[in-house]
């Protein structure tokens, strides 16, 4: 039987069960927001604190989540240096033109502007660090993605419920019927379920997954990754920190305000993020990763969950910043977008690294 793909993971039933533990004491109701206020036309500075982590790799302040224990090796596979990555994408369900349309703008920001930037907190220089990522030939990630065909499989051409295996005849059904060319080299499948679609142990155990196809399968061996809209059947767990577990209400906690007003589809960015970088750093599931099973490797995006700026860690999300609206995000995109990623492991500090770090 094919080992199962790596999975973006859900809270841990300890954190889970410290967390509950720490929100029904009476000093649960002291925690707030730490604000520093800026000019007045500037973002907010914020670090909520959302949860207890008893397992933070370190108390280290400068560089987040940084341990000497974290033993990321390179195994002598191929990471995705061609330039450009194709990003092909299977829209499957229905899906409103404006939530395709944050998606690709997420997507079309991790290039580099023909027009940088003012600011350097951009999901540009958030891609930075996966870029720093090399194979044995000392080519690194490329900086450059392209969507380069997308297909709507709005007739739900696999049913409502998905397998694992059934996402990759999706993937053999856009290949053989849609223009969609079999891209060894540098091609990524990208699947996004819409929020009607349930999926094998989605919610349950994952928000997110990479693999590759199986030639049983599709014909071919093709990096992919599928993301699901969580904003009906799991916001609190897969669109998390936009919207909060019931047992939490009364905490002294409120969800953040999705940058782009929609919980699921804002929540989906960061997970469709984290899948991204590592899928790029380890197509393969032989290059970059921790731990010696291939077969539930730790990857550069694992090791930075929960973590979107400066003093994150113990539980906190990090400095991230609000608007006056209150919407809540760390990194800019094109047209004026604006997104919460979370940070991504540097193999050159050895820390959890993003465009918004303060230190």
Same mark, same amino acid.
């Given at each position: ?39 007045q ?5 914020? %670090?909520?604190k959302?949860s ?56 079309h ?9 003012t ?13 720093l ?36 005849q999706?993937?053999? %059904? ?16 990208l ?15 994952v ?11 599709v ?41 782009? %007003? ?11 993020g ?7 750093? %380890? ?45 809540t ?31």
């Open positions: 039987m094919a080992s199962p793909p790596h999975s973006t993971h859900i809270f841990s039933l300890l954190n889970l069960f410290t967390l509950f533990t720490l929100l029904s004491s009476p000093s649960s109701a002291k925690q707030t927001l730490q604000t520093l206020n800026l000019k036309q500037s973002p907010q500075l914020i %670090n909520l959302i207890p982590s008893p397992n933070s790799l370190s108390t280290n302040k400068k560089f987040e989540g940084s341990s000497n224990l974290v033993d990321l090796k390179y195994h002598m596979g191929p990471v995705l240096s061609s330039s450009p990555i194709n990003i092909y994408i299977i829209w499957y369900g229905k899906w409103s033109p404006q939530q395709q349309s944050l998606i690709k703008d997420f997507l920001s991790i290039s580099p502007s023909p027009s940088p930037s600011s350097t907190q951009t999901v540009s220089d958030w891609w930075k660090t996966v870029s990522y090399t194979d044995q030939t000392g080519a690194n990630v490329s900086r450059n993605l392209l969507i380069a065909g997308e297909y709507s499989d709005h007739r739900y051409s696999h049913g409502t419920h998905l397998t694992r295996l059934s996402i990759q999706v993937i053999s %059904n856009a290949v053989k019927k849609a223009p969609f060319p079999v891209d060894h080299k540098n091609g990524i499948y699947i996004l379920t819409s929020v009607d679609v349930t999926v094998q142990d989605f919610c349950r155990a928000c997110g997954f990479h693999y590759f196809t199986f030639p049983s399968q014909g071919y061996t093709l990096p992919y990754a599928w993301i699901g809209n969580s904003g009906q059947q799991c916001p609190e767990v897969c669109a998390y920190p936009f919207a909060l577990p019931g047992y939490m209400s009364g905490g002294g906690l409120t969800a953040l305000k999705p940058p782009n %007003n929609d919980v699921g589809v804002d929540g989906m960015i960061s997970v469709i984290h899948e991204l970088a590592e899928l790029s750093s %380890n197509p393969l599931i032989n290059a970059w990763y921790a731990g010696e099973d291939p077969t539930a490797p730790t990857e550069i995006g694992d090791l930075c969950e929960g973590l979107y700026g400066t003093g994150g860690g113990g539980g906190y999300t990090g400095q991230v910043m609000r608007d006056r609206s209150g919407k995000f760390n990194m800019y995109g094109i047209h004026k977008r604006r997104f919460l990623v979370q940070w991504i492991w540097s193999p050159v500090l050895k820390a959890c690294a993003g465009p918004n770090a303060m230190d």
